[in-house]
């Protein structure tokens, strides 16, 4: 059996689809009730207490970890899930970290998440470290004035980065747990190009077949809006990374087609599979 925590979410539904088609026994943790696909166990579970997950992991020979916001903020202590994953038997974990464990490796919340990789090494599972870059469903963001408005309101409209569509972390993460070719490896996760505020402003326009304007924001503005829903300190790490991104956040990684054979999909992709949220 594989759990997936986060199994609500935009890598964690994906995951525990392909996870199921591919005959798998799965159990999808999340912190409320919620819809799974057919033959999928659903356990509701806080990663905040890691206790509560010892009847999900009961059986487990794999884990995939994805942290949930509040586990990122100074004080929490994820290493905990860790911990209960070993005493419970599992036999692998797959982490989902993220790329500024390297190329921002000073803030705090990228020197607890670099502990944790340490954590998750050192635990004696098999193992392997997702780090992906930018999301491309980030632009989930602006679906309401996009919906209202035909507007994207957003910082740094020239500055481009990478992003990548979190079907293809839930691609790379479904073969780390599948396959144990890929265990011990840390993968960095992009897009297949770089791409603007503007140029994912027009690929939404494109999906929408009607006009989008685009509204730059100054860095105050973006980081009010976006400290309603995370930690004031991964705000900033995200508006640095969007405002001057470095050319470690620039490069077009590799990795993704190493492990799926295929390239990464393109920004446009993403938009035109959920444009339904922006209509």
Same mark, same amino acid.
């Given at each position: 059996?594989? /759990?997936?925590?986060?199994?609500?979410?935009?890598?964690?539904?994906?995951?525990?689809? +392909?996870?199921?088609?591919?005959?798998? !026994?799965?159990?999808? /943790?999340?912190?409320?009730?919620?819809? /799974? =696909?057919?033959?999928?166990?659903?356990?509701? @579970?806080?990663?905040?207490?890691?206790?509560?997950?010892?009847?999900?992991?009961?059986?487990?020979?794999?884990? *995939?970890?994805?942290?949930?916001?509040?586990?990122?903020?100074?004080? @929490?202590?994820?290493?905990?899930?860790?911990?209960?994953?070993?005493?419970?038997?599992? %036999?692998?974990?797959?982490?989902?970290?993220?790329?500024?464990?390297?190329? %921002?490796? *000073?803030?705090?919340?990228?020197?607890?998440?670099?502990?944790?990789?340490?954590?998750?090494?050192?635990?004696?599972?098999?193992?392997?470290?997702?780090?992906?870059?930018? *999301?491309?469903?980030? +632009?989930?963001?602006?679906?309401?004035?996009?919906?209202?408005?035909?507007?994207? @309101?957003?910082?740094?409209?020239?500055?481009?980065?990478?992003?990548?569509?979190? @079907?293809?972390?839930?691609?790379?993460?479904?073969?780390?747990?599948?396959?144990?070719?890929?265990?011990?490896?840390?993968?960095?996760?992009?897009? =297949?190009?770089?791409?603007?505020?503007?140029?994912?402003?027009?690929?939404?326009?494109?999906?929408?077949?009607?006009?989008? &304007?685009?509204?730059?924001?100054?860095?105050?503005?973006? %980081?009010?809006?976006?400290?309603?829903?995370?930690?004031?300190?991964?705000?900033?790490?995200?508006?640095?990374?969007?405002?001057? =991104?470095?050319? +470690?956040? !620039?490069?077009?990684?590799?990795?993704?087609?190493?492990?799926?054979?295929? &390239?990464?999909?393109? *920004?446009?992709?993403?938009?035109?599979?959920?444009?339904?949220?922006?209509?």
């Amino acid at each position: 059996m594989i /759990v997936v925590t986060g199994a609500t979410g935009n890598i964690g539904r994906p995951l525990t689809r +392909a996870l199921a088609e591919a005959g798998e !026994q799965v159990t999808a /943790v999340s912190r409320h009730p919620a819809a /799974v =696909p057919d033959g999928v166990r659903h356990r509701v @579970a806080d990663l905040a207490e890691p206790a509560g997950l010892r009847p999900a992991l009961a059986g487990a020979k794999s884990l *995939f970890l994805l942290l949930s916001g509040d586990l990122h903020a100074l004080g @929490a202590h994820p290493a905990d899930i860790v911990g209960e994953a070993v005493d419970s038997g599992v %036999r692998r974990i797959v982490l989902l970290s993220t790329l500024g464990v390297v190329t %921002r490796p *000073f803030g705090a919340t990228r020197i607890a998440m670099r502990a944790l990789e340490d954590t998750v090494r050192e635990s004696g599972l098999e193992w392997a470290v997702l780090r992906p870059g930018g *999301f491309a469903s980030n +632009a989930l963001w602006w679906a309401e004035s996009v919906r209202e408005r035909r507007l994207v @309101a957003a910082p740094f409209g020239d500055v481009g980065v990478p992003v990548i569509d979190p @079907a293809d972390i839930a691609a790379v993460a479904a073969a780390c747990l599948l396959e144990d070719r890929y265990t011990g490896g840390a993968y960095e996760l992009t897009g =297949p190009e770089a791409i603007t505020p503007r140029g994912q402003t027009e690929a939404l326009a494109t999906a929408l077949g009607s006009p989008v &304007a685009f509204q730059e924001l100054t860095r105050e503005e973006a %980081r009010a809006a976006m400290a309603r829903s995370m930690p004031a300190e991964l705000a900033d790490d995200t508006l640095d990374i969007l405002g001057n =991104p470095s050319p +470690a956040e !620039q490069r077009v990684s590799p990795d993704v087609e190493r492990v799926l054979g295929r &390239a990464p999909r393109p *920004f446009a992709d993403w938009a035109a599979r959920n444009a339904t949220a922006f209509r």
